[in-house]
Nanobody, 121 residues
Framework: QVQLVESGGGLVQAGGSLRLSCVAS????????MGWYRQAPGAQRELVAH???????TYADSVKGRFTISRDNAENTVYLQMNSLKPEDTAVYYC???????????????WGQGTQVTVSS
């Protein structure tokens, strides 16, 4: 199947920046959509941003203007540039990919293991 490996989380002060990366090992699959979700303690997992193979992006209202998602299709990699970070951005960030088998016979969603982002006030 497919593995998603995230990197780039850490501790940063409010107002700072971090860049998350996620690489997909996707033999026999095309990646339809890649994105980032986050889950804070006691909260449900929520969409942060996603990007289609054609470059169409969607952002949560809470991150618009501060976060930028981008994608390198040749490298099966998605990035999340996070600027002007706030304490409320603190969460575990999960990479997500919607994958379609080359045969076209099925699709499924894969998740990364998550990376912690902590923003101190």
């Amino acid at each position: 199947q497919v593995q998603l490996v995230e990197s780039g989380g850490g501790l940063v002060q409010a107002g700072g920046s971090l860049r998350l990366s996620c690489v997909a090992s996707a033999r026999m699959f095309s990646i339809v959509v890649m994105g980032w979700y986050r889950q804070a303690p006691g909260a449900q997992r929520e969409l942060v941003a996603h990007i289609s193979s054609g470059g169409t992006t969607t952002y949560a209202d809470s991150v618009k203007g501060r976060f930028t998602i981008s994608r390198d299709n040749a490298e099966n990699t998605v990035y999340l540039q996070m600027n002007s970070l706030k304490p409320e951005d603190t969460a575990v960030y999960y990479c997500n990919a919607v994958l379609r088998h080359y045969s076209g016979s099925y699709s499924y969603t894969e998740w990364g293991q998550g990376t912690q982002v902590t923003v101190s006030s």
